[in-house]
């Protein structure tokens, strides 16, 4: 018998483009084997200790105007930030490209989105750049709620924590910043001895 677990892949590449796969992991053995034009296969021999990868496209946009620097997904949303300034909002369940915002004067290098435990959406998008500022927008109509001002130069990563109340965030002048998001001010800033290039 065979066991099948699928997901959803996003990919930002160099080319501009945003690009979703489905891609179905099946363990054990599998009978038939069906594929189609649209499917590239993977076949690791699916044996009970080794599976088979099926990837399905779902979607290729022409997301920006420059490469794809950042990605995020959570709660059936997807946000791209590009060399073009601009995030781009895409509905994964629904497959609808839900608009682009611009706040930002620079690439946009780093997102992060709150979902609160009971939502099936997130409420929030934080959007960081080169600006060294960092953009939070209410999901629900795009609308832009403020700049988080706590760095000089490009915020190379920021997480948010999963109580939605602090966040941190850090620089490429190895800045580190916890925010107080209730307040919208950093809470606590130290400079580290290596700058870091992802927060999870």
Same mark, same amino acid.
């Given at each position: 018998?065979?066991? !099948?677990?699928?997901?959803?892949?996003?990919?930002? %590449?160099?080319?501009?483009? +945003?690009?979703?796969?489905? =891609?179905? =992991?099946?363990?054990?053995?599998?009978?038939?084997?069906?594929?189609?034009?649209?499917?590239?296969?993977?076949?690791?021999?699916?044996?009970?200790?080794?599976? !088979?990868?099926?990837?399905?496209?779902?979607?290729?946009?022409? !997301?920006?105007?420059?490469?794809?620097?950042?990605?995020? &997904?959570?709660?059936?949303?997807? =946000?791209?930030?590009?060399?073009? *300034? %601009?995030?781009?909002?895409?509905?994964? @369940?629904?497959?609808?490209?839900?608009?682009?915002? +611009?706040?930002?004067?620079?690439?946009?290098?780093?997102?992060?989105?709150?979902?609160?435990?009971? !939502?099936?959406?997130?409420?929030?998008?934080?959007?960081?750049?080169?600006?060294?500022?960092?953009?939070?927008?209410?999901?629900?109509?795009?609308?832009?709620?403020?700049?988080?001002?706590?760095?000089?130069?490009? @915020?190379? &990563?920021?997480?948010?924590?999963?109580?939605?109340?602090?966040?941190?965030? %850090?620089?490429?002048?190895?800045?580190? %910043?916890?925010?107080?998001?209730?307040?919208?001010? +950093?809470?606590?800033?130290?400079?580290? *001895? @290596?700058?870091?290039?992802?927060?999870?």
């Amino acid at each position: 018998a065979a066991m !099948a677990t699928q997901s959803d892949v996003v990919i930002g %590449c160099y080319e501009r483009f +945003v690009l979703g796969h489905e =891609a179905v =992991a099946i363990k054990g053995e599998l009978g038939g084997k069906k594929s189609d034009e649209k499917s590239q296969e993977t076949d690791l021999g699916a044996t009970d200790d080794k599976k !088979a990868f099926f990837w399905t496209q779902r979607f290729a946009v022409k !997301a920006h105007q420059g490469p794809v620097k950042c990605i995020k &997904s959570k709660g059936g949303l997807v =946000a791209s930030g590009g060399d073009d *300034d %601009c995030v781009r909002i895409y509905d994964l @369940v629904n497959g609808k490209d839900l608009g682009t915002l +611009v706040q930002h004067e620079g690439s946009v290098t780093c997102l992060d989105m709150f979902m609160s435990e009971t !939502a099936n959406r997130p409420s929030h998008l934080f959007s960081g750049g080169v600006d060294g500022l960092i953009n939070v927008w209410r999901v629900k109509d795009f609308k832009a709620m403020t700049k988080l001002r706590g760095h000089k130069r490009r @915020v190379n &990563s920021l997480a948010v924590h999963s109580s939605g109340k602090m966040a941190l965030s %850090c620089d490429q002048d190895r800045n580190l %910043c916890m925010w107080n998001l209730l307040k919208g001010r +950093v809470s606590y800033k130290t400079r580290l *001895d @290596v700058a870091f290039e992802e927060l999870l």
